[in-house]
Protein backbone atom coordinates (compact mmCIF):
# COMPACT_ATOMS: atom_id res chain seq x y z
CA UNK A 1 0.00 0.00 0.00
CA UNK A 2 1.61 3.10 -1.26
CA UNK A 3 1.90 5.52 1.44
CA UNK A 4 2.39 9.54 0.60
CA UNK A 5 3.74 12.04 3.32
CA UNK A 6 3.04 15.90 2.45
CA UNK A 7 2.81 18.96 4.60
CA UNK A 8 6.78 19.22 5.74
CA UNK A 9 8.49 22.54 5.06
CA UNK A 10 10.35 25.19 6.73
CA UNK A 11 9.18 26.85 9.58
CA UNK A 12 9.98 29.32 12.26
CA UNK A 13 10.58 28.60 15.86
CA UNK A 14 7.33 28.29 17.88
CA UNK A 15 5.28 27.65 14.54
CA UNK A 16 3.20 24.61 13.52
CA UNK A 17 2.18 22.51 10.98
CA UNK A 18 0.48 19.53 10.06
CA UNK A 19 1.66 16.29 8.25
CA UNK A 20 -0.53 14.26 6.49
CA UNK A 21 -0.37 10.74 5.37
CA UNK A 22 -2.66 9.34 2.71
CA UNK A 23 -2.87 5.70 1.64
CA UNK A 24 -3.48 4.47 -1.90
CA UNK A 25 -5.50 1.27 -2.90
CA UNK A 26 -7.23 0.92 0.99
CA UNK A 27 -8.44 2.45 4.08
CA UNK A 28 -5.19 3.28 6.31
CA UNK A 29 -8.12 3.63 8.87
CA UNK A 30 -8.12 -0.46 8.63
CA UNK A 31 -4.39 -1.04 9.90
CA UNK A 32 -3.82 -2.10 13.10
CA UNK A 33 -1.25 0.39 14.13
CA UNK A 34 -0.35 3.84 12.20
CA UNK A 35 2.91 5.84 13.55
CA UNK A 36 4.56 8.09 12.59
CA UNK A 37 8.55 8.68 13.04
CA UNK A 38 11.37 11.48 12.66
CA UNK A 39 14.92 10.74 12.12
CA UNK A 40 17.12 13.59 12.44
CA UNK A 41 20.38 14.02 10.55
CA UNK A 42 23.14 11.83 12.34
CA UNK A 43 20.48 10.03 14.56
CA UNK A 44 18.65 6.80 14.80
CA UNK A 45 14.53 7.02 14.03
CA UNK A 46 12.18 7.55 16.20
CA UNK A 47 8.74 7.18 17.29
CA UNK A 48 6.94 10.63 17.65
CA UNK A 49 3.67 8.98 17.56
CA UNK A 50 0.93 6.24 16.84
CA UNK A 51 -2.73 5.03 16.58
CA UNK A 52 -4.42 2.09 16.53
CA UNK A 53 -7.30 0.92 14.76
CA UNK A 54 -9.70 1.22 17.83
CA UNK A 55 -7.89 4.75 17.93
CA UNK A 56 -6.08 4.67 21.13
CA UNK A 57 -2.90 6.62 20.40
CA UNK A 58 0.07 6.82 21.87
CA UNK A 59 3.31 9.35 22.08
CA UNK A 60 6.51 9.26 22.94
CA UNK A 61 7.15 10.68 26.51
CA UNK A 62 9.15 13.46 25.02
CA UNK A 63 7.22 14.73 22.66
CA UNK A 64 3.25 14.46 24.58
CA UNK A 65 1.73 17.70 24.40
CA UNK A 66 3.02 19.14 20.79
CA UNK A 67 1.81 16.00 18.76
CA UNK A 68 -0.84 15.20 17.99
CA UNK A 69 -1.84 12.23 15.68
CA UNK A 70 -5.78 12.12 13.71
CA UNK A 71 -7.76 10.46 11.13
CA UNK A 72 -8.96 12.54 8.26
CA UNK A 73 -11.31 9.91 7.41
CA UNK A 74 -12.60 12.00 4.12
CA UNK A 75 -9.02 11.92 2.49
CA UNK A 76 -8.11 8.66 3.78
CA UNK A 77 -4.81 10.19 5.70
CA UNK A 78 -3.56 9.95 9.28
CA UNK A 79 -2.22 13.06 9.99
CA UNK A 80 0.48 14.71 12.33
CA UNK A 81 -0.62 18.36 13.82
CA UNK A 82 3.00 19.60 15.92
CA UNK A 83 2.47 22.83 17.70
CA UNK A 84 5.28 25.53 18.82
CA UNK A 85 7.83 23.35 16.51
CA UNK A 86 11.46 23.90 18.04
CA UNK A 87 14.63 23.90 15.93
CA UNK A 88 15.48 20.25 17.20
CA UNK A 89 12.47 19.12 15.95
CA UNK A 90 14.10 19.63 12.28
CA UNK A 91 14.07 16.06 10.79
CA UNK A 92 12.93 14.08 8.06
CA UNK A 93 9.12 12.47 9.60
CA UNK A 94 8.12 9.10 8.49
CA UNK A 95 4.29 7.68 8.36
CA UNK A 96 4.24 3.53 8.77
CA UNK A 97 0.89 1.65 8.48
CA UNK A 98 0.99 -1.85 9.76
CA UNK A 99 -1.77 -4.18 8.88
CA UNK A 100 0.35 -7.62 9.37
CA UNK A 101 4.33 -8.62 9.27
CA UNK A 102 3.66 -9.19 5.55
CA UNK A 103 1.70 -6.03 5.21
CA UNK A 104 4.02 -3.35 6.65
CA UNK A 105 4.47 -0.14 4.83
CA UNK A 106 6.72 3.35 4.87
CA UNK A 107 6.54 6.26 3.09
CA UNK A 108 9.42 7.99 1.79
CA UNK A 109 9.32 10.79 4.33
CA UNK A 110 8.72 14.48 4.52
CA UNK A 111 11.44 17.16 5.66
CA UNK A 112 10.57 19.44 8.74
CA UNK A 113 13.10 22.20 8.84
CA UNK A 114 12.75 24.68 12.17
CA UNK A 115 14.81 27.70 11.96
CA UNK A 116 15.29 29.69 15.16
Known amino acids: VPLVESGGGLVQAGGSLTLSCAAV?????????VSWYRQAPGKQRELVAS???????NSADSMSGRFTISRDVAQNAMLLQIDSLKPEDTAVYYCNAFWSAENNFWGQGTQVTVSS
Open 51 to 57: VNRDGRT
Open 25 to 33: GARISSAAV
